[in-house]
């Protein structure tokens, strides 16, 4: 199978996931004597969770792009695994609404909101690096592949965000805001191209 129909679905559910982001910033209430730009203020969590998930769904189609762009084929597992990466995509929406709802109060209420969204970026960061693992591992999908030490050099760079949200989740019981904070800057990190594996190089140094 070509990948074309494989990246029209997935574009649609990431835009669709992307889309449904937008629905938890909703206009304040302001109460007797309170200020418009106050009450906007007040509403801080539900700015920085739709931030942070905004950046994240975005690499994560950047990355998912740069991915099948090198794809010359798309077989049984590789559609399943693409699956999967979509169901806990798709699910980010979700423990957006709940930080945007807790964050701003703090406590324990906070701390879990934060866990339960680093959790989520770990298991989806699980199922993206199980995806690139299944394209690079052999030259089947690719149509070629360079030396082995340059497919693990570019896996560890593309997986380095499994490290990074696990040690988010255990921050997230320490301090909520550092934790997507956290978030943040690894979608910064994967903005950048993380998923392309170099061509391989002949020995008259022709790639």
Known sequence: MTTSRLEAFSDGVLAIAITLLVFELRPP???????????????????????????????????????????????????????????????????TAVVAEHLGGGGEAARTAAALYCGVLLVMSLAFGALFAWVTHTDRLLGRLPPPGVVRAARRRFMLGLVVYAAALALSWVSAPAALVLCGLMALYYAFDQASVPAAVEPAGRS
Not at 31 to 45: I, S, V
């Open 29 to 95: 209430e302001i109460h007797l004597g309170e200020r418009l730009a106050h009450a906007l203020w007040q509403q801080w969590p539900s700015y920085v969770a739709y931030l942070v998930s905004f950046l994240t769904i975005g690499v994560i189609w950047l990355n998912h792009h740069r991915v099948f762009t090198q794809v010359v084929r798309v077989d049984g597992p590789l559609l399943l695994l693409n699956l999967n990466l979509l169901l806990w995509t798709g699910l980010i929406p979700f423990p």
